[in-house]
């Protein structure tokens, strides 16, 4: 099972992103994933997931109406694209799934990919 993050740069406040995650060694189809972050110095923070089923997706407060996150499973990919970008969000992006292995829930994290917002 492996969870790759890509995608992150610089980008001046306003600009956008677009991160992808590449999954493998599982079926993507059955999972919800999620994109975290993390800021120098401040702990992990969720940031948006989507469902497996219906595709039902969530955002941070601090995000809504900014990023959006989609799938496609065809392609073993989930997305998260990131407009407007402002300083804050400057940070390491990680996607995560929560995957059903050897008989038991295990975490997998991707690899972070950073963005720097700034001028």
């Known amino acids: 099972v492996q969870l790759q993050a890509s995608g992150g740069g610089l980008v001046q406040p306003g600009g956008s992103l677009r991160l992808s995650c590449a999954a493998s060694?599982?079926?993507?189809?059955?999972?919800?994933i999620g994109w975290f972050r993390q800021a120098p110095g401040k702990e992990r923070e969720g940031v948006s997931c989507i469902s497996s089923s219906d595709g039902s997706t969530y955002y941070a407060d601090s995000v809504k109406g900014r990023f959006t996150i989609s799938r496609d499973n065809s392609k073993n990919m989930v997305y998260l694209r990131m407009v407007s970008l402002k300083p804050e969000d400057t940070a390491d992006y990680y996607c995560?799934?929560?995957?059903?292995?050897?008989?038991?829930?295990?975490?997998?994290w991707g690899q972070g990919t950073l963005v720097t917002v700034s001028s």
């Open positions: 060694g599982f079926t993507l189809d059955y999972y919800a």
């Open positions: 995560y799934a929560e995957i059903y292995t050897n008989l038991a829930w295990s975490d997998y």
